[in-house]
């Protein structure tokens, strides 16, 4: 038994200033909630509205649950996966910072029954397994790895942002993020928005060749990609001082209305139990052909 292929799609759902790393390190929680200026909970309805009947996977930063509680009731009742995409957005490799970052968000996470969790700057490391099973989360889509790819790791799964396949055997263990020691290994990160941001039309072209392959291609994007934010002097100022950046803030709105009229979406969860029901015995952490486990 096989399943339909699809596009994996999911919205990193973060504040705006969550781009620039320069915040990282700011804690107060009304000084961010500021910061924010309200935009998280207005773009949410636009977002909404863009994605029509399509249901996607939604990463919430947990500090934004906490800010606006209607955020994470309004993605639910639209009938989209909420997933965490971590509490405060920064660098979460290591497994202490880990921790402390699951149990600022536990609440929600109980109360919404969230099952996937994605890194923030799509950065793991196979140390955090243990601990994202011991919180209840079923899969991570927090490594790149080509498409048609299904690891697992103990009793979570891990469904990868989508990279093109270089056809050499590799290893598919964590952390395996944007760097350019994986473009050296051949492969292209296609499912990042940074990737979207610097050659959208190319990239729908590679997830119809990827769909007709039977693959299943997962992406992502952010709510500042498809709901611009309000023009200010300290944003101006950031992108002023990380140009590389600029694809990241490059709106999608076309992208997305295009990739939803012309393919097939899911959820990152509902594509995980669909596979899960065609199961059959592979070795943990191999590649193995789509449809099949």
């Not at 994470?72 to 405060?88: F, N, T, Y």
């Not at 660098?91 to 919404?112: E, G, I, M």
């Not at 942002?161 to 050499?168: A, E, G, H, L, Q």
């Not at 594509?271 to 592979?282: G, I, N, P």
Request: glycine share 8%.
């Amino acid at each position: 038994m096989t399943i339909s292929p699809r596009v994996l799609l999911s919205i990193d759902y973060e504040p705006w200033f969550a781009l620039f790393r320069r915040y990282d390190s700011l804690t107060d929680p009304e000084q961010r909630r500021a910061l924010d200026g309200g935009f998280t909970l207005r773009a949410l309805d636009p977002i909404l509205d863009q994605l029509g009947s399509a249901k996607t996977s939604i990463f919430l930063v947990g500090e934004i649950a906490g800010w606006y509680t209607e955020v994470p009731q309004k993605i639910v009742a639209a009938g989209h996966e909420l997933g965490l995409h971590c509490h405060i957005h920064r660098p979460l490799k290591n497994v202490d910072d880990l921790a402390q970052d699951l149990r600022a968000s536990a609440h929600w996470l109980r109360q919404y029954n969230v099952r996937g969790y994605r890194a923030p700057m799509v950065g793991i490391s196979e140390a955090a397994y243990p601990l994202l099973e011991a919180n209840g989360f079923v899969y991570s889509s927090s490594m790149y790895a080509p498409a048609g790819l299904l690891l697992q790791r103990g009793n979570v799964w891990e469904i990868p942002v989508s990279t093109t396949n270089p056809r050499i055997h590799a290893q598919y263990a964590a952390p395996r993020d944007f760097t350019f020691k994986l473009l050296l290994h051949g492969e292209f990160p296609y499912g990042s928005s940074f990737s979207i941001g610097l050659m959208g039309g190319q990239i729908l072209r590679i997830i119809e060749r990827e769909l007709k392959r039977g693959l299943s291609p997962s992406i992502f994007l952010h709510p500042y990609e498809l709901v611009k934010p309000p023009a200010s002097a300290r944003l101006t100022r950031d992108l002023v001082l990380h140009p590389h950046l600029l694809p990241f803030l490059r709106d999608k709105s076309g992208f997305l209305k295009t990739l939803l009229r012309h393919f097939p979406v899911s959820p990152l969860g509902t594509y995980l139990d669909e596979m899960l029901k065609t199961r059959v015995s592979y070795p943990p952490s191999v590649e193995r052909p789509e449809g099949v486990i």
